[in-house]
């Protein structure tokens, strides 16, 4: 029985005590939950129905929660039903009604843990969203591993997800990147607000390699070759590195098509529509101070000039105009400020700025070897980059360990420890659990032992202390997969699956799966191959919504 089908006999018994008592069944909620208990000793699953309907009915909790312990224990599958303190529902399974969770999982195979609880809405995610002037430093990374295990999770969870990497080819970030380039070009040392690094000498000797004749043009012609082969070689290295690292965006958004298709005049015409829009010293402003910013902002300067947040606006309403009814914009950690006046801006479009707007920022990452910060790319020369760390740890490590952490704490993420093979390293503790159940699984075909059909699954054999409770265990995946995308919190997933990892050993050590020898294979060795199987299962779908693979062999 899985949780949400003991929440069902759960309500199905309020139904029947409502009725009883001739209560108003309008106070009863469409559904329920049943949460495992902190403390196993208090059973298999607790309720706090009985508390939430006491006062609408008006009758006491522990009396409400009596009648439904006593109408819950005739419910097949059910063992037993205690009352804790106030009206609390301790409820234990008999154990072919636990073990049958263990058929479920293998059946219903990659879809479980998936649900409907986030059907119709319909989100934008932008994250990463670094622009061209040099390879994805560390922290772009976290964010492209967070917010595409974020992805997955809404995905699963029934969202209509698109994910968007929002870039520009103009700005003063760019120039800086072309004269770069150009002085690497010509054998001179950086401008001092240029960048630097190898990088910067690789592609200006691919601008030159392409475009020979940019050689022989003046400063200001050979400075836009640069700028626009430099960007387009940039942009290209950081979607590969990206794609590489498991990650695809489904929209890569130029800043410079909102200009081109008169977006910021669009913007800039439904804000002063909203009458949010004043002229002062020339400039236009927008009047964010109504919605709690602490100044109002410029969209167009004296000069004629765009403002930078006068982009943010018209990508906004793009956004919104292409049916989002939720943008999520992942941001780093010197973008607190960003958030007043982009929360500002939806209100000034009419939006609910909670609902319609949302923005998560990731704080610093640093890579540690020998227990010291690494400062430098031997590339970039002044940050570390996404293949930097891929090439200290490997993908999976990387993205399991900037996935692990809540993203608004920092993180440390020390080489020694993500590459050695021990449980001690987070990731590798996890994989051990999927390569050592698709080993079992192998081993059992060949000994001759199969799961056979799920009609002679025989669950109540499954009644071992071990085997409950990792079937307790496995039954709490689907409700981790929601919580974790409703709080944009990945890293509940992979907490989870390392507290998976023991509770599977335990298993394998107390409860054997492989009959010895010329032991007669039973029903108990097969009932065990599909708890096995079902751990693999979910260990399988758990390490996929991270991006990470679920080797068979280790």
Known sequence: MTPAELASVVLAAA?????????????????????????????????????QLSKKVGVPPRELATA???????????????????????IRLDAAAAGQLARVIVETGAEYGRSDRLGGEKINLEFVSANPTGPVHIGGVRWAAVGDALSRLLRATGADVGTEYYFNDAGSQIDRFARSLLAAAKGEPAPEDGYGGAYIAEIAAEVQARRPEVRSLDDDAA???FRVEGVALMFDEIRTSLRDFGVEFDTYFNEKDLHDRGELDLALNRLREQGHLYESEGATWLRTTDFGDDKDRVLRKSNGEWTYFAADCAYYLDKRERGFERVVIMLGADHHGYIGRMKAMSACFGDDPERNLEILIGQLVNLLHDGAPMRMSKRAGTVITLEDLVDAIGVDASRYALARYSSDSPIDIDIELWTRAKNDNPVYKVQYVAAR????????????????????????????????????????????????????????????????????????????????????????????LWLNDATRTVIVNGLYLLGVSAPERM
Not at 454 to 464: G, N, S, T, V
Not at 504 to 522: A, N, S
Request: glycine residues 6%.
């Open 15 to 51: 139904h029947a005590v409502f009725e009883q008592r001739g209560l108003d069944r309008a106070a009863l909620p469409a559904s329920t939950v049943v949460e495992r208990p902190r403390n196993p000793e208090h059973g298999d699953y607790a309720s706090t129905l009985a508390l």
């Open 223 to 225: 400075q836009e070759v």
């Open 437 to 528: 159940t698709a080993g079992v699984a192998r081993n059992a075909a060949a000994v001759g032992l199969v799961r056979g059909d799920a009609d002679a699954f025989r669950p109540e054999l499954l009644d071992h202390e071990k085997e409950n409770e990792l079937l307790k265990a496995l039954a709490q995946f689907p409700a981790v997969v929601a919580t974790a995308a409703e709080l944009r919190e990945p890293h509940r997933l992979a907490r989870y699956l390392e507290d998976i990892a023991p509770s599977y050993h335990r298993f394998y050590d107390d409860c054997r799966v492989l009959p010895r020898g010329d032991e007669e294979i039973t029903d108990l060795h097969r009932a065990r």
């Open 68 to 90: 439904l312990a006593n109408e819950l224990g005739r419910a097949p599958g059910v063992k037993s039903v205690e009352i804790a303190g106030p009206g609390f529902l301790n």
